[in-house]
């Protein structure tokens, strides 16, 4: 599966931004989606995973209240709904897909290439 995230830019704290990861290839439905992110100088860390159907959600504590993962199976797409950002947010964020184990932010095994979200201090 081909994976490619959009939606980042440059906001103010406290707004709100929608990333959206658009899918091609195998058959969506079938793979768990997760969003993680990389801030400058840190390493990557997990923000939010979707079950195939979306039924189940999993987040990181730091976006929890605030982000919600969710997912379209009929248009291919998974999106991440950003509220109250702070610069703490300030990231490259990356799509990525996997076949089993939502709960564990390790084995995925697809990722796109990332959208940076740009939250000032």
């Known amino acids: 599966v081909q994976l490619q995230a959009s939606g980042g830019g440059l906001v103010q704290a406290g707004d709100s931004l929608r990333l959206s990861c658009a899918a091609s290839?195998?058959?969506?439905?079938?793979?768990?989606m997760g969003w993680f992110r990389q801030a400058p100088g840190k390493e990557r860390e997990f923000v939010a995973a979707?079950?195939?159907?979306?039924?189940?959600?999993d987040y990181a504590d730091s976006v929890k209240g605030r982000f919600t993962i969710s997912r379209d199976n009929a248009k291919n797409t998974v999106n991440l709904q950003m509220n109250s950002l702070n610069s703490e947010d300030t990231a490259v964020y990356y799509c990525?897909?996997?076949?089993?184990?939502?709960?564990?932010?390790?084995?995925?095994?697809?990722w796109g290439h990332g959208t940076l979200v740009t939250v000032p201090a």
């Open positions: 979707i079950s195939w159907s979306g039924s189940v959600t």
């Open positions: 990525a897909a996997k076949s089993s184990n939502l709960r564990s932010s390790k084995g995925y095994d697809y």
């Open positions: 290839g195998r058959t969506f439905s079938s793979y768990i």
